[in-house]
Every structure is written in structure tokens, then in C-alpha cells.
């Protein structure tokens, strides 16, 4: 039997996702359906004991650059010599139309430590693989769509600022910042290392 046509739309859409750094404000979805996008990753990825950790708030707009502003503020801080190129990596940033913050509950995580204390050492494993699982289920789903997206980390330099500014819960810990925009410019080649090197299989 041959793989389903279903099947092949989800290997495309798993193809499609890349880093696209070079982005603009004109989105070709609306807003409501790149909300709708964040809210179905999160509801449908699966979690340890079904514990739905993740935590998402989505920036639009000036809430978007004031994101980049106070994070080019806090690097600036720790940064030795030239900022120029920082600066201009963080304004490719703000130039986009919007950024995902991920954070995983950690409430959620100490209560399932105290309450399985067999697993323990397990869950804030367990937690950030829910968190990669849910950006990556955002990530494809918007590049379907034709919106492009890159992820970076500037947590925990930022988590104060963002903290502060947006209101976040003290228990939520920020994992990921996913931009995302219109696509000025496609992503290049990738290397792929032999599958076959990656992939092992046994049995008949
Ligand atoms: C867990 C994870 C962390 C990443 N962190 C960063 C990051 O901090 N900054 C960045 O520019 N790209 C980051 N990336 C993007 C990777 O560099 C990129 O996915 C990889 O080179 C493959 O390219 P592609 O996304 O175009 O397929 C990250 C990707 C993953 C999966």
C-alpha cells in the first residue's frame, strides 16, 4: 500500500517549514487565523501526563517592536564592543510582523514532581519536549500558510523585562521567541546528513 495523500500534505508541510530570517510586516494570513494557528498547536500537541504545560502570548504591532526594543536594551548590556551588528540582527527582528513567546508552567511541573516522585528528574524534560512539540506544530502550520518564521532564545536575558511588560504569571518560565512575518527572502540549501545513517531498522 502506498502512503495516503493526507500523508504527502503533512510531508510537505514538514518540508516547508524552514528559518526564514529576512522578513516583513504583511502577513498573507490574518491575524485572527495566525491566533487561531498558536491556540491549535497548543490545545492538540500532546504533553506529559496530558499536563499542558505551554504557555503562549502572541506580540503584534508596536507590542511586536517594543519585544525587540527592550531586548536590543538588555543585550546591549552584556555585549562587549561593536553593537552594530546585533542591533541590525534585532531589527531584522522587529521587521517582522509579530513574535510567539513560549513558556512552560512550572507550577504545573513542581505539582507532578511532588505528586510522582518516581519521575521527578523526568519532567522538566519531559516539559521543554512539550514546548519544542507545540513551536514546531506552530512553525509548520504557518508556513503552510505561506507566513515565514524563525526562533530564537534571548530568555533569560529578557524574562524580567518581558515579565514586567506584558503582565507574564511568575510560574511561567519563557522557553522560545518564534518571529514570524511576511517572506522577503526564501531560505537556502540545507545539508542533509544520510537518513540511513540516522535511521536504523531491524526486524522483517
Ligand atoms: C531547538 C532549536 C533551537 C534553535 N535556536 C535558534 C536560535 O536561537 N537562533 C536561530 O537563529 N535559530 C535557531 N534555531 C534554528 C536552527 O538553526 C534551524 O532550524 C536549523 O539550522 C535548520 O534550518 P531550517 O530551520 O531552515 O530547517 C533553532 C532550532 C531549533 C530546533
Redesign the pocket.
Known sequence: MTLSSETHSLFKATES?????QLNDKTPISKDDIIKIVEHSIKYTPSSFNSQTTRAVVLFGDDHKALWELTAEEVKKVAPGDFAPTQAKIDGFAAGAGTVLFFEDQSIVKSLQERFSLYADNFPVWSEQTD?MV??AVWTDLSVEGVGA????YNPLIDGRVAEKWNIPSDWLLR?QLIFGGIDAE?GE?DFMPVDERVLTFGA
Open positions: 517549514r524552514r528559518s526564514i530570517y519544542g513551536t514546531y524563525n526562533l530564537q532564545h522560545s531560505a540545507k
